[in-house]
């Protein structure tokens, strides 16, 4: 039983009364069919949960290269290994008439971990909650109804529009004291756009379409990133964080704030960030579970200064505990709207506070490269370089940054800004 090759598969000849197969010796479950015709195409064999056997078709020869069919063939046994059945999927998918069941089946998938995400790995919950926020609210009102397979460049620059003028904006109550607030605008219609695109590529890999109909369609820009506090807005923000201080607010919330504004780092790594993953000899976070998976980012003075002011329970895994020791705090989006809005800085949000963070850097004079790894932004080779091994120069940086922030924040003038270029790298 030889190694399915180029070689292998070209020796193949048919037989006139009966199927030749050639089964791969390294990929169990693999291989090649040829038909008494001389038809011959890559296929893998496999057991459903029930016991029965099932073969599933990966191509035509000559429609791929034996390496691109062997690698195909693996993502599919992973994922029967995980539970899926690869053939039912595939004629789900091609009787999934309309955009909403085509929009089920990609869910369904995806929370199988068998969809990827941008750095090639399966999808976290809290993106799939955003993913099911956005079918939900924008996608399935929208294009719902219309069979995947008519959805032209034309239905996704109306949706667009419709989805920026806030056609599916809504305010409603979702239960005794819940509510639900969906808001249009340009960012909004631009991130659902995005994800149409990834779903009906996934229509295209499992044979329902054979053309995106996002591709073409221009977007536009997503505003929220453009925007970033000035030191007189980090002074409104501060001020506002003494008074709530001073009124005897929350300090899990204050906390969280501070963190948010000295560190660059997102808000879900905030809110779950644990004492086991604060290096305070280094200086740093060994974050476990981000964007871009495990990440190191370095912490300045002023941030330790903080951690080390927290209470700290027998136990407490969390920095910020929700209300047992082993569950994370859950009320800073509510907290941080009442911040917002008591500083008079209604549309920042804690990503705005990245954002600035990094403008900061870049005000300072710190190269792109040092940015990056501050920021725990997984391109690049020298942010690669970073990742276990902090040096004293990058550490200086995010010091450097976290004192001029502090400084505007609290009012004191800092003397960060404009030093001299050794601190830069």
């Not at 190269?367 to 391109?379: D, K, N, P, R, W």
Request: hydrophobic letters at 40%.
């Amino acid at each position: 039983m030889p190694k399915i090759t180029k070689r292998a598969v070209d020796a193949l000849n048919p037989d006139p009364e009966r199927d030749v197969f050639l089964l791969d010796s390294e990929l169990k479950g693999f291989g090649v069919r040829m038909k008494p015709s001389g038809s011959a195409a890559y296929f893998i064999r496999y057991k459903r949960p029930d016991g029965s056997g099932r073969r599933l078709v990966l191509g035509k020869i000559g429609s791929m290269t034996p390496d691109e069919a062997r690698k195909i063939a693996r993502e599919k046994l992973n994922a029967v290994a995980k539970g899926a059945d690869p053939s039912a999927e595939r004629h789900a998918t091609r009787t999934a008439v309309t955009v909403k069941e085509l929009c089920r089946l990609y869910i369904e998938v995806a929370e199988r971990g068998l969809i990827m995400g941008k750095h090639g790995r399966p999808k976290k919950s809290s993106t799939l909650l955003t993913d099911r926020g956005r079918i939900d609210r924008h996608i399935i009102p929208l294009l719902g109804r219309k069979r995947v397979d008519e959805v032209t460049q034309t239905d996704i620059n109306r949706f667009l529009r419709d989805v920026t003028v806030g056609k599916t904006a809504i305010d409603e109550k979702t239960g005794f004291r819940g509510r639900a607030i969906v808001e249009g605008g340009a960012g909004t219609a631009a991130r659902t756009v995005g994800l149409l695109g990834g779903i009906f590529s996934f229509a295209i890999t499992e044979g329902i379409i054979r053309a995106n109909p996002v591709h073409g369609v221009r977007r536009p820009s997503d505003n929220r990133r453009d925007t970033r506090l000035t030191p007189e807005d980090y002074r409104k923000l501060g001020l506002a964080l003494q008074v709530l201080a001073h009124e005897g607010g929350n300090p899990k919330v204050l906390a969280a704030a501070w963190l948010l504004a000295l560190t660059g780092c997102r808000r879900g790594e905030v809110e779950n960030l644990r004492w086991a993953e604060v290096d305070f000899d280094s200086r740093s976070f060994r974050l476990s579970d981000t964007k871009e998976g495990t990440s190191v980012r370095p912490v300045g003075a002023p941030v330790l200064e903080i951690l080390r002011s927290l209470p700290r329970d027998k136990g407490q895994i969390f920095v910020l505990p929700g209300t047992k020791v082993d569950k994370a705090f859950a009320g800073l989006p509510k907290a941080w709207t009442r911040i917002a809005k008591r500083a008079d800085l209604p549309h920042v949000t804690p990503h705005v506070l990245r954002h600035s963070f990094a403008s900061a850097a870049n005000d300072l004079g710190f190269t792109e490269a040092t940015i990056s790894a501050m920021l725990g932004h997984s391109a690049g080779s020298i942010t690669g370089r970073y990742v276990h091994h902090l040096d004293s120069v990058l550490i200086a940086a995010a010091d450097c940054v976290a004192r001029t922030v502090r400084g505007w924040m609290i009012g004191e003038e800092s003397t960060a800004i404009g030093q001299d270029a050794t601190m830069s790298t």
